[in-house]
Every structure is written in structure tokens, then in C-alpha cells.
């Protein structure tokens, strides 16, 4: 399996984990109410708390930007790309995201884009390895 294809798996992961913390946060699934809500239809949910707004943002932004990095990396490997941009670009993406959720969550504003600026050209490295 070459790295980029890791990189995908890990950020499947990430994105998967991303998620579930959001989702936990949100009904304080480690009180005893708060699980039964997370076992239930997740019906009549507390408004979220400001970390638990920041967390669900944080995690949808992690699943939008996946379904781009999945897509490309697996359009490169179908290619047979072996630019060293598409790699080096995964890994930057990759890194960049595992950044991001928790500046995301502790509320940096202006250090959050910063870092998703730096995805983003992650994923554009990606991209011009395969023209």
C-alpha cells in the first residue's frame, strides 16, 4: 500500500474520531444522561454548549475536506501517480488537519484558517502532481 493510501485510511480515522467527539461532547456522553441521550434517537438534543458547537463545526469541515483528499488521492493512485508532490501534499493535508480540530475546538479563530489554508494547499500540491 503506498503512503498516500495510508494517509487516506488515518484521515478516514481522524474523520471518524472527529466526529464521534463531536457527537459526545454534544450530549456530555460521559454523564449519565448525557449517554442515555447518545444511545437514544438523539431527539430533543440541548442546545450546544460553545465547545460543542465548535466541535460539530470542526468534525462537518473535517468530512467535507475528506471526501476531496479521498478523492483525489484515490484518482492518483488510479493514475499511477508517482509525483512527489501528490505524497508530500497528502502528508501536509493529513498534518494539517490533525492541527486543525483541536484549534478549531479551542476557539483560535485566525490560527483555524491559517491552518486550513495550509490543507488547502495540500491538497492544490496534490492536484498539480497529477497534471
Do not use: D
Request: glycine share 6%; aromatic share 10%.
Amino acid at each position: 500500500m503506498t503512503p498516500t493510501l495510508m494517509l487516506v485510511i488515518y484521515m478516514a480515522i481522524l474523520t471518524w474520531l472527529a466526529l464521534l467527539v463531536a457527537s459526545l461532547i454534544r450530549v456530555k456522553g460521559w454523564t449519565p444522561s448525557g449517554t442515555l441521550l447518545a444511545l437514544g434517537n438523539r431527539e430533543n438534543l440541548p442546545a450546544p454548549t460553545p465547545i460543542a458547537g465548535r466541535a460539530e463545526r470542526a468534525a462537518r469541515n473535517t468530512l467535507e475536506n475528506f471526501v476531496l483528499f479521498a478523492a483525489i488521492a484515490l484518482v492518483a493512485h488510479a493514475a499511477g501517480a508517482t509525483s512527489p508532490k501528490v505524497a508530500t501534499g497528502a502528508q501536509i493535508f493529513f498534518w494539517a488537519r490533525v492541527l486543525y480540530l483541536p484549534v478549531y475546538c479551542a476557539g483560535i479563530t485566525y490560527l483555524r484558517t491559517a491552518i486550513w489554508v495550509v490543507s488547502v494547499v495540500g491538497l492544490a500540491m496534490m492536484v498539480l502532481g497529477l497534471l
